[in-house]
Each structure stands twice: as C-alpha cells, then as structure tokens.
C-alpha cells in the first residue's frame, strides 16, 4: 500500500502546505510546471520519492532533470504521468492510443489548471487532474491531491484546496 501526494502547476511557487499534506505520503507526484528547480529539491526533502515531469513553461535544470512523460508500475497499477494528456472524451492527439496500448490503469496530468477526477469506461482507467497548486494562472482555487494504491486499488482520493 502506497500513499501518494499528487500536485502540478506551482509555476515556482512553494506553499507550507505541501510539507504538511505530503508529510505522510510515500510518494510525491508532480505534473509539470514546476516553474524552479529549487521547488523540487523542497518536495524531495517531503519524501522518500519524488516522481516529476517538465511542463510547456519549464525550461533550463526542470528541463533537463525531468522527462516530458513518465510510465511506471507502483503496487499493482500502471502509471502514466504526463503535463498536457487530456481527459476522457478529450484526449490530447495520441494519447489514447498510448494508454490502450501501455494498459494504463491511472493517468495524471496538469496544464489546464482544472481539477479533475474522471474514470474513462472505455479505457478503464482513472484520470486525474489535481488542479493548479501555484498562484499563476486563472484558477480561483489552489488544489492538491492525496490518494492511496493498494494493489490495483485506488482509493481515498482527497482534494485539498490551499488558501
């Protein structure tokens, strides 16, 4: 059983909050437009594991350290993490060929800044969204995400909105 910690769109801005919510997580996720690197050195020191991809707007060492997408099994699900992928009905061009193909079971992006957790019947799988965490953009609410992977379940999904 994993706990895991879900943000994207902090465009460089650090908030507290991150250390407290993600304190307990064995995992933290974070989809793209991260904005500094100095942001993701702050996340690694939440938890054992810090899981990352660069965004439309990160450039420079974000760009160099962390890949556009990411797959990778955790517990008994297959994870893609990607910053612009879409969502059910929606997807981003490709995107639904690469999930059906890679049997992705949980799919994680950002870029829109539109929290979103939406379970895709036809491709069986949870998309989520958690929103933008940064204060730049057009978002009237700051959210994050926790959620626990047991096997192939994936439960407890909790939005937290930061002040």
Known sequence: MKRI????DTHSHWDDK????FADCD???????IGDIDLLDRLRGIGPTLRAVR???DHGEVSRQCPELLIFDIE???????HIGGYPGRWAPGMKKLLREEKINL???GHSHLLKVIYDKELHLLHINPGAAGRQGWQQKRTILRLTIDGNDIRDCE???LA
């Open 18 to 21: 991150f250390s407290f919510y």
């Open 55 to 57: 965004g439309n707007v």
């Open 159 to 161: 939005v937290i909105e």
């Open 5 to 8: 910690g879900i943000l994207s």
């Open 107 to 109: 799919m994680v992006d």
């Open 76 to 82: 008994q699900t297959r994870v893609l993490l990607t």
């Open 27 to 33: 995992e933290i996720w974070h989809a793209g437009d």
